[in-house]
């Protein structure tokens, strides 16, 4: 059993066969899914899903790249969306310095109101932190100060530090397809690091399929492929993996039920 914490299922690649997609992840042992909202403005499409399949679950919030097109959506208004039964996280937002899509502080800005929302709620804050790894810390270790806030750094391809940072306030690292790629050396040292109890696994599908689907479109199914790569990393047996990676899901994921 498995659960991706991060695909995009309400993206069009999946609009033609999206029924046969979540079958397909149940065949491989995915059970649950989370789908993760990049635009508060799309929201609605995003719970949709959510609410047709028993075992997709959502996010709400607003992607960095997006972040200077929703500077009108206010943590009261993620907090206030977020109420829904299906919704069990809050992003996903974050930093994005690699594509720069929006101004850097409309991301900061965006970002701090997510992690309010997230105080506030206690649900998790999916963040996307690419390329930014000082000013990610620096914001992370500010807010933590004024108040906890479980957090999650998605799709990991930072640097130790950063993970170190995101460990000590007490995050969660997760690793998608990015893993399994042959000059991916460093990122598998932090994975080695990283204590297993903060271990998470994703597809972030339709991107990032880990080997053997490399350059393809990704889907949840696939994530058995980043857990068995995990796996061989940490030195433990894919059972293992997919028991340490899906309790320290719902740990996090607290709102998720068991199905
Ligand atoms: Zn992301
Ligand atoms: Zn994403």
């Not at 974050?94 to 992690?115: C, M, S, T, V």
């Not at 999650?152 to 995101?166: D, I, K, N, T, Y």
Request: glycine residues 6%.
């Amino acid at each position: 059993m498995l659960i991706d914490t991060h695909c995009h299922l309400d993206f069009p690649d999946f609009e033609a066969e999206r029924d046969a997609i979540i079958e397909r992840a149940r065949e491989a042992g995915v059970t649950q899914m989370v789908t993760i909202s990049t635009r508060v403005k799309r929201f609605d499409g995003v719970l949709s899903i959510a609410e047709k399949y028993p075992n997709v679950f959502c996010s709400v919030g607003t992607h960095p790249h997006n972040a200077d097109e929703e500077l009108d959506v206010t943590t009261d208004d993620l907090i206030r969306l977020s109420a829904h039964p299906k919704v069990v996280a809050i992003g996903e937002a974050g930093l994005d310095y690699f594509y720069d899509n929006a101004p850097r502080d409309a991301q900061a800005e965006g970002l701090r109101r997510h992690i309010a929302a997230a105080r506030a709620t206690g649900l998790p804050l999916v963040i996307h932190s690419r390329s930014a790894d000082d000013d990610m810390a620096a914001i992370l270790t500010e807010e933590t100060g004024k108040g906890a806030f479980p957090f999650l750094l998605h799709c990991f391809s930072s640097g130790p530090e950063l993970a170190r940072v995101g460990v000590e306030l007490g995050g969660y690292i997760s690793f998608s397809g990015i893993l399994t790629f042959p000059k991916s050396e460093e990122l598998r040292e932090i994975a080695k690091w990283v204590p297993h109890d903060r271990l998470i696994v994703e597809t972030d599908a339709p991107y990032l399929a880990p080997k053997p689907f490399r350059g393809k479109r990704n889907e949840p199914a696939y994530v058995a492929h980043t857990a068995e790569v995990l796996a061989q990393t940490i030195g433990v047996s894919r059972d293992e993996v997919a028991a340490i990676t899906t309790e320290n899901a719902f740990r996090i994921f607290s709102k998720m039920p068991r199905l």
